[in-house]
């Protein structure tokens, strides 16, 4: 040993700190990015599925919709609450106050619609009160 | 002479190597103290329940255009917690603390009364007093979140508004809203972790003929026992993506 550092002492070290590099990738290649792209794809399946429940959807045209979504066992249950569709026509003449829109607002039973506005008036995340129970 | 030089060195080295010990400070404490509180919060949504507000947007099918948030509260006194063992990791300071908590009669979140029977709830919990270390921590709490969200949407359901342009029958989902508001109790971690990319995940579940036992009315639902897997991540590649 006569303490000169040669290029083979340096092997070693530089071979561990390879392997710990290596080793801390993975870690690093985790994150977020896949589970929202997942969470994307999900929610336009969904919307999909939503739309698709519409009677008499235009060829062309702008759908607006808002649903109910619940499951029961695997069975998932969609109640259409309100739905308007814009032809394409009367987007052209939305400017001289024209507008042909159909509106579907009668799809759901009334005791639905109660029990949504009741829970809109009952869970108010400010308060310290409140009484939801789940269904 | 030189006995005594690698002597005294040797005391030295020793010296040093106490200096730590005798400078531990209340990191430690603090640190166990955190994760104890934590697994009493954990215990307090098992069993009183809380609060989960979630909403998700996306524009034009874009993961980039994506937004989601989930808020959870809950706010309870509950008498009769004990913290069963508190390990904790000095080279990492991370502590772990397992909370239980054995009930006969309780008044969830609802304001119903629960019967109990005498069942016994426990919940882990993780905490750090090091910034540097509360990425899988904090991946863990959002796998949590997550798992009550999954749970919510599963047994109250959730509203879904969208905007949809149609162009020669083919759909094209322009905005696309989720929400899902509840109070959720009951809930269950069977299962946590961390894979081998450092993702959080969070197996819960929820006893439906339990819950509706235990709170006296019949849930209908076709599924005895809904279960659900929470994921959380501790590094937003998603924002990094969206820089670039």
Known sequence: MNG???????LIPALIAGLSLLISVPVALGGNKEMVEKNVRELD???REVIQQIPELPS???VRVKARITQTGVKREIDILHTEIILPDSVD????????????TEVIPTETTESQETRKQEINFNDHHQKVSPN | MRIKISGLLVMAVCLVA?????WAGNKKIMTTRAAKVLAERAIVESIYGLKVRSTEEVQDMIAANFSGKTESKTAATVKGIKIEEVTYD????????????????FTNIDGQEMNLGGKTFRRVAFATSTPSQAGPIQALRAAELDAYKQLAKRVVGFTLESQTTVENYILTSDIVKSKVLATMYMAEVTEYGWDAEGDAF??????VKEVGDIIGLDVIDEQEII?????????????QAQQH
């Open chain 1, 60 to 62: 062309d045209g702008h």
């Open chain 1, 93 to 104: 003449t939305a400017t001289t106050t024209s507008t042909s829109v159909i509106e579907q």
């Open chain 2, 227 to 239: 279960e659900v897997e929470g994921m959380g991540a501790q590094t937003d590649d998603f924002m």
């Open chain 2, 18 to 22: 106490l200096i730590p010990n005798s």
């Open chain 2, 202 to 207: 969070v197996k819960m579940v929820l006893n």
């Open chain 1, 45 to 47: 399946t969904l919307n």
């Open chain 2, 90 to 105: 000095s080279s990492k300071d991370i502590a772990k603390a397992t909370a239980s908590i054995v009930l006969d009669t």
């Open chain 1, 4 to 10: 000169k550092i040669d290029g083979s002492s340096l």
